[in-house]
Nanobody, 125 residues
Framework: QVHVVESGGGLVQPGGSLRLSCAASGSIFSINAMGWYRQAPGKQREWLTI???????NYADSVKGRFTISRDSAKNTIFLQMNSLKAEDTAVYYCYVKYWVSYSDYASGRYLEVWGQGTLVTVSS
């Protein structure tokens, strides 16, 4: 079983910064990628960013230049540094992890995906 726990959400003023963390633990042979989604009230879930096992990153246009994903590979942890926050960034932020449970799955390319419970970010004055 794999657990994903996000932390770091809270209330921040417009223009401020916040850093989210996401830690994965459990029966993980290796991680394929980790990333972030968010879901604002009354809106569909929005993909934000991903970091692959090789360190490559990709961002949604809505956060490019303001949000930065980074990682501590040794701890299966990623971070989301969010700068220049706007009211429209208010949402529940979810971390997701794509991982392999065994070498045979890794060799065959079969990965699983697990999500965290989310952490609320509120941008308001």
């Amino acid at each position: 079983q794999v657990h994903v726990v996000e932390s770091g959400g809270g209330l921040v003023q417009p223009g401020g910064s916040l850093r989210l963390s996401c830690a994965a633990s459990g029966s993980i042979f290796s991680i394929n990628a980790m990333g972030w989604y968010r879901q604002a009230p009354g809106k569909q879930r929005e993909w934000l960013t991903i970091m692959s096992v090789g360190g490559g990153t990709n961002y949604a246009d809505s956060v490019k230049g303001r949000f930065t994903i980074s990682r501590d590979s040794a701890k299966n942890t990623i971070f989301l540094q969010m700068n220049s926050l706007k009211a429209e960034d208010t949402a529940v932020y979810y971390c997701y992890v794509k991982y392999w449970v065994s070498y045979s799955d890794y060799a065959s390319g079969r990965y699983l995906e697990v999500w965290g419970q989310g952490t609320l970010v509120t941008v308001s004055s």
